[in-house]
């Protein structure tokens, strides 16, 4: 792993980088008003580029759950400019950053919020009507592994099995960014690795862009580039010449 800019530099003979996906400038979040003021995020810049798999690694309070929700569409910075593509989030009204959601961004958390009172299939069935062109649920619900439980409620689930329901149900509507948040914070270490293989998959396999938060630094081997936070800012930018899988983590 080596140390570098916020933006991936390429080699002469490297093919041409990705296409931007997010970019932000002087991005910074303050919370509060006069001297009860909290600095979440100050003077952030960085490129997160099509088909990456990045970590955000720091401590809690170091700005990274805030960094994602504003690249999600759900926080707006007090100033700086984030854009998707070619569309300015930061210019966006409320109506526009819930398409944005809708149609572009699948989210997973610590806590799965899955519905209790519907089936696997039925918790994806959610997305998939609302969403313009999802995969069949059953090609979701395979791709994490859990065609023999996609008929249980998630009570008869385990912590592990229901945070893959929770991705399956983030990738159903197919979007072009996966923003998990300490996806593997409620579980152990044999069960979030397990978890990590399935993002890790979709991240390789439908070249969905993925961002994973975490305090865990054993996490950032499986990463293309990993992005260190700390007191609200970028810290350093380390991308890995050499990933391993996650079968390989250990912590």
């Keep these: 792993?080596?140390?570098?800019?916020?933006?991936?530099?390429?080699?002469?003979?490297?093919?041409?980088?990705?296409e931007v996906v997010f970019s932000?400038?002087?991005?910074?979040?303050?919370?509060?008003?006069?001297?009860?003021?909290?600095?979440?995020?100050?003077?952030?810049?960085?490129?997160?580029?099509?088909?990456?798999?990045v970590v955000l690694l720091g401590a809690s309070g170091s700005g990274k759950s805030t960094l994602l929700n504003i690249l999600g569409g759900l926080d707006v910075p007090t100033r700086g400019e984030v854009r998707f593509g070619d569309h300015v989030l930061?210019?966006?009204?409320?109506?526009?950053?819930?398409?944005?959601?809708?149609?572009?961004?699948g989210f997973v958390f610590q806590f799965y919020n899955l519905i209790p009172s519907l089936t696997v299939r039925e918790n994806l069935a959610l997305v998939t009507d609302i969403?313009?062109?999802?995969?069949?649920?059953?090609?979701?619900?395979?791709?994490?592994?859990l065609t023999p439980r996609r008929d249980h409620?998630?009570?008869?689930?385990?912590?592990?099995?229901?945070?893959r329901v929770a991705i399956a149900r983030a990738i159903?509507?197919?979007?072009?960014?996966?923003?998990?948040?300490?996806?593997t914070g409620a579980l152990d270490y044999k069960t979030g690795k397990l978890v990590l293989?399935?993002?890790?998959?979709?991240?390789?396999e439908l070249g969905t862009t993925a961002v994973v938060i975490t305090h865990n630094a054993a996490i950032a081997g499986m990463a293309d580039r990993v992005i260190h936070l700390g007191d609200g800012r970028i810290q350093k930018v380390e991308i890995n010449t050499h990933k391993i899988s996650p079968s390989e983590l250990s912590w």
């Design 153 to 163: 409620f998630p009570a008869q689930l385990s912590g592990g099995e229901q945070q």
């Design 197 to 204: 293989e399935v993002i890790a998959r979709i991240n390789t």
């Design 90 to 105: 930061t210019d966006a009204n409320e109506s526009e950053l819930t398409t944005y959601r809708r149609e572009h961004v």
């Design 172 to 183: 159903v509507k197919r979007p072009a960014v996966l923003l998990c948040d300490e996806p």
């Design 24 to 53: 932000a400038h002087g991005l910074a979040k303050v919370y509060g008003t006069g001297e009860v003021q909290v600095h979440a995020l100050r003077d952030v810049d960085l490129e997160i580029r099509r088909g990456e798999f």
């Design 1 to 18: 792993m080596r140390t570098a800019s916020a933006t991936p530099v390429a080699r002469p003979d490297a093919p041409p980088p990705a």
């Design 131 to 145: 969403a313009d062109d999802p995969m069949p649920i059953d090609d979701a619900v395979d791709r994490v592994g």
